[in-house]
Nanobody
Framework: QVQLVESGGGLVQPGGSLTLSCAASGRIFTISAMGWYRQSPGKQRELVARTTEIGSTNYADSVKGRFTISRDKAGNTVYLQMNSLKPEDTAVYYC???????????????????WGQGTQVTVSS
């Protein structure tokens, strides 16, 4: 009953910008944390940025000062503003949500964690 839907990936030149969005669909009550991970061919999935419901954030060292993570007021959509993009930022970017409380017709349920389907970001001239 809860899904993460990502958008905003694409092709951009080095030095350019992109904004990724991830919306949690369903009758959401709260989401403890939302974040972005990325995976490039032959590498493990790595954390890019993460934000909690109390507003704390953390970033991978490689993106500090260039990327900004934020959530909307409802807390169900997370954004990743990516500036000064580099070829090494090329990867599939995955949205992640943890600690999801949501409603069904009968009760409130808990989902420990969900992943989005991934969106490709390619930085190339």
């Amino acid at each position: 009953q809860v899904q993460l839907v990502e958008s905003g990936g694409g092709l951009v030149q080095p030095g350019g910008s992109l904004t990724l969005s991830c919306a949690a669909s369903g009758r959401i009550f709260t989401i403890s944390a939302m974040g972005w991970y990325r995976q490039s061919p032959g590498k493990q999935r790595e954390l890019v940025a993460r934000t909690t419901e109390i507003g704390s954030t953390n970033y991978a060292d490689s993106v500090k000062g260039r990327f900004t993570i934020s959530r909307d007021k409802a807390g169900n959509t997370v954004y990743l503003q990516m500036n000064s993009l580099k070829p090494e930022d090329t990867a599939v970017y995955y949205c992640n949500a943890n600690g999801i409380h949501y409603y069904t017709d009968a009760e409130m349920r808990f989902e420990p964690g969900l992943w989005g389907q991934g969106t490709q970001v390619t930085v190339s001239s």
